[in-house]
């Protein structure tokens, strides 16, 4: 039998060990074992169940990068956990229902400043579906882009995102979407929605006549106009 991992214990560098501490005892995490160092180190063994979290202090603290997603943690009840963070002083927005977290999907910040999702994975039905906290702005704007989209033509067929688990998604291009460095997907309108909530610097690439191509064609037709 092939022997794999039988646990997997993410880590966390922290500011303030007490402070993370009653942050992700929010979500259920006890500590198992802590211990420190004679340099100021101290560290936080956390469990919830199997699943297990250790929280580290390390002096000089470590600048964490600035990433747009630090944690994804799957929770049981979803509206119980929204309910206990906001009691706490932690609000979260809720995301949307994706398809990995059909039972709803939420973001918070940690104390360090971590962004932490967590999120469903039991569906809730259609009627018991919560409004997303930012929908209506986002979903707008990805509508209005698919709506020029539209008018010009251009989409490829399909999206070209496909589904969390990697299955192609039978669902029409209607939004393309792009980054800083020039890369570039042709999403349906569910799967932009995603990536723009995950991707943090991706953004809608709308043709809008103030783009590198209308100016390179000016730059090159004006060439053009000299050699004749
Ligand atoms: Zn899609």
Redesign the pocket.
């Given at each position: 039998m092939f022997s794999g991992v039988s646990a997997a214990v993410p880590v966390l560098y922290v500011r303030d060990l007490a402070q993370a501490k009653t942050f992700y005892g929010l979500f259920g995490y006890a500590e198992q074992r802590s211990g420190a160092d004679d340099a100021g180190a101290q560290w936080s063994y956390q469990q919830s169940g199997d699943h297990t979290l250790l929280l580290a202090v390390v002096h000089p603290p470590l600048i964490p990068a600035a990433l747009p997603l630090l944690i994804y943690l799957y929770v049981d009840d979803l509206v119980a956990v929204q309910a206990r963070f906001e009691a706490a002083g932690h609000p979260s927005d809720l995301v949307g229902y994706p398809d990995h977290a059909p039972g709803g999907e939420a973001r918070t910040h940690d104390p360090d400043g971590n962004v932490v999702l967590f999120g469903q994975r039991v569906a809730v039905p259609g009627e018991a579906r919560r409004r997303p906290t930012d929908e209506a702005a986002r979903s707008s704007l990805i509508q209005q882009a698919a709506e020029a989209v539209g008018r010009r033509g251009g989409a490829p067929a399909g999206?070209q995102?496909?589904?969390p688990d990697g299955a192609a998604?039978p669902?029409p291009a209607e939004v393309k979407l792009a980054d800083p460095w020039g890369e570039t997907v042709w999403?349906?309108l569910?799967?932009a929605d995603e990536a723009l909530i995950n991707a943090r610097s991706a953004f809608i690439a709308t043709e809008d006549g103030h783009g590198l191509g209308p100016w390179l064609r000016q730059r090159r037709s004006a060439r053009a106009d000299q050699t004749t």
């Open positions: 999206c995102v496909g589904a998604c669902r999403g349906c569910t799967h």
